[in-house]
């Protein structure tokens, strides 16, 4: 991305889980969709090298490197950051060979003052499972703890909501593949095992599934879809950020249909 005349003060977000498997990826996917869809410059960034999850998400192609190159100062932002099509917001795949990698915080710390000189309005990044390094938390506002309703999930939701306070992070819980069935457990009770009120409800939801094998965000493919209503919901506090409007916010979300989904008022 060129860089403009006046730095942009970037708002920077983690995207984070203990527990693989809970649908973190697709939440950043979308979360970096919606804000761009709202007009926002967004940069999502995978940093998980062993089992990246945006690339292939996406339909991209192996692009010679990304992430990890550039954390091994072998390249360049501008050289390995792509355009997302249809999407539109800017893309940094994890590269690497596959392989765990064991980088250094001071490593990470230059990678992220990089990425934060970059003039996006957004960085979206998109971790492995676990509470990654610790020492570099202190490049993002916020981390987005997903989770879903089931009771290993929530427990490894609390552990890191732990940590992250421990480090002093802003953190929101977000509970995913929510399907309103006997056998989950209900908002309440995962509120009080997580100590706090959850920031965010996405319901299980066909377009998901849809958009993985269209190589399409499930927020671009259906823009009505109870998911995607859902994830104007979450977008909704940056939205207010950056436009200080809560009118015009409410009326680029479906605040209204996902709360009746959910039965709330």
């Known amino acids: 991305m ?8 970037t708002y920077a977000i983690l995207t984070a889980s203990q527990k693989g498997g809970v649908g973190k990826s697709i939440v950043a996917l979308s979360l970096a969709a919606a804000l761009k869809v709202a007009g926002y410059e967004v940069l999502l960034i995978d940093t998980d090298v062993a089992n990246p999850s ?3 998400l996406l339909g991209l192609r192996e692009t010679g490197g990304g992430y990890a190159e550039i954390v091994k100062g072998k390249l360049k932002f501008e050289d390995a950051q792509v ?10 795949p994890a590269g690497g060979n596959g392989e765990p990698e064991n980088f250094s915080n001071d490593d990470l710390n230059a990678f992220f003052a990089k990425a934060l000189k970059q003039n996006f309005d957004f960085i979206v990044v998109d971790t492995p499972p676990g509470s990654y390094m610790d020492g570099i938390l202190k490049n993002f506002n916020e981390a987005l703890i997903i989770t879903t309703p089931e009771e290993t999930s929530v427990f490894g939701a609390q552990r ?10 802003n953190h929101k819980l977000v509970i995913n593949r929510v399907k309103e069935d006997k ?11 997580y ?17 993985e094998i269209k190589h399409i965000p499930a927020y671009m493919l259906n823009r009505k879809s109870l998911f995607s209503l ?34 709330l008022k």
């Open 2 to 9: 060129e860089k403009g005349s006046m730095d942009k003060k």
């Open 54 to 56: 945006i690339g292939p």
């Open 83 to 92: 355009v997302s099509q249809p999407t539109g917001f800017y893309v940094l």
């Open 160 to 169: 890191l909501s732990q940590i992250y306070n421990k480090y002093r992070l």
């Open 183 to 193: 056998f989950e457990l209900d908002e309440q009770k995962i509120e009080q095992m």
């Open 195 to 211: 100590g706090d009120i959850a920031y965010g409800m996405l319901p299980e939801d066909r377009t998901v599934q849809e958009s």
């Open 230 to 263: 859902s994830i104007d919901y979450l977008c909704r506090p940056y939205m207010l950020r950056m436009q200080g409007s809560e009118e015009q916010a409410i009326q680029r979300g479906g605040l209204g249909d996902v709360k009746k989904f959910f039965g």
